[in-house]
């Protein structure tokens, strides 16, 4: 073993001590440095603004790399709509551990239940709130998805009803890769109505059955023409009016006029939703 | 069913009686709505006008006293 002089051991001893010591206050700085993030963070303002903490508590980010919030509404059309988008998100992201996926839902908590179970959607936990409360916090649409990271700060932020191309950046976003195809063919999220004519109505009504025909134009359009019996409920006030003026137990035909655009589907999702299973479009164009 | 527009202040600018049983009926509530006061809306911190549609509903007993009802008490 070789000899090892007093003045070497010192040196060494010496040496560890500094080592030692550095490596303590280096561990002391970056903690402090942390510590002052952390207060900075919890001092930023709670927003639904990329940079802004989000302003719902109750959610542990911590849990995931990040996580994507949705914020929706039973009675809204468009998160309707969304449904197979977010069925696609669901089915294909990786692993929970890197992105969590979290509904904010508001409408009837008695509801929620099923109205998720209708959509088919899954979700890692949901939440019930009020939408009005959240909206000092600067939410203007619904649905909202938003990416908040594992601190709890808002990194992304898509509204309203989503084009292909938002799609795919909320995908990137998730780092969740499909075919290049599969955002074109997303199911709808309701099965095509039945279509049912006023020959077919009248049968119906002659073996018993109680047909209510659903006008969903506005009120300019339905007093120029329409059929007769037809019931005017605007499409803007269905989600209203429905629950309180139509029967469950009656066959409701709508009709939405010659330019329907996506009338059928938002007023078929809004019904069903209320539990009004038996609905037929209306095969005419002219009332 | 009435449609409304209140500005920044809550005050309550303009209201239309779109579906009335009865033009009594739909003034009573068009005047009624008029003096209502609505928690301001803002976007941004930037005060907006709202405008909606309302939906009432009028019961009259068998006593012919008239009492208005909001959706979900109707339902």
Known sequence: ?287 | MVRLEYDGNGKVVSVDVLEAPDSEIGGAIADAVRNWTFKPSSIRGEPVNIRGKLTFYCLIDSKGIGRVQNPKQFR
Request: glycine letters at 6%; charged letters at 20%; hydrophobic letters at 40%.
């Open chain 1, 1 to 287: 073993m070789p000899e090892i002089s007093v003045s070497k051991l010192v040196l060494r001893l010496l040496n560890i001590g500094i080592i030692t010591l550095a490596i303590l206050m280096t561990g002391l700085g970056v903690r402090r440095y942390r510590v002052a993030q952390l207060t900075n963070r919890s001092q930023l303002p709670a927003y639904f603004k990329a940079g802004a903490r989000f302003p719902v508590n109750g959610l542990d980010w911590t849990m995931s790399f990040q996580t994507l919030v949705i914020v929706l509404e039973q009675s809204c059309a468009i998160c309707s709509e969304n449904a197979p988008f977010y069925r696609l998100i669901e089915q294909n992201r990786a692993d929970r551990s890197r992105t969590r996926l979290v509904v904010l839902l508001g409408g009837d908590p008695d509801k929620a239940t099923a109205y998720l179970e209708n959509l088919q959607l899954s979700f890692d936990q949901v939440k019930l709130v009020s939408l009005r409360d959240l909206k000092p916090y600067g939410l203007v649409g619904i649905p909202t998805a938003v990416l908040v990271n594992d601190e709890g700060i808002v990194t992304n932020m898509w509204s309203g009803s989503l084009t292909e191309l938002q799609q795919s950046e909320v995908l990137r976003a998730l780092q969740i890769r499909v075919e290049s195809t599969a955002l074109k063919t997303l199911p709808s999220s309701t099965p095509p109505l039945e279509s049912i004519d006023e020959t077919g109505i009248q049968r119906l009504k002659e073996a018993g059955e109680t047909v209510t025909v659903v006008d969903l134009r506005d009120r300019g359009e339905y007093s120029a023409s329409h059929l007769a019996g037809a019931k005017n409920i605007p499409i803007d006030e269905l989600a209203v009016r429905a629950v309180n003026e139509l029967q469950i137990s009656d066959m409701i035909v709508l009709f939405a006029g010659e330019t329907p655009g996506k009338a059928y589907t938002a007023a078929a999702q809004m019904l069903s939703n209320s539990g009004f299973k038996r609905l037929r479009v209306l095969k005419t164009s002219k009332p």
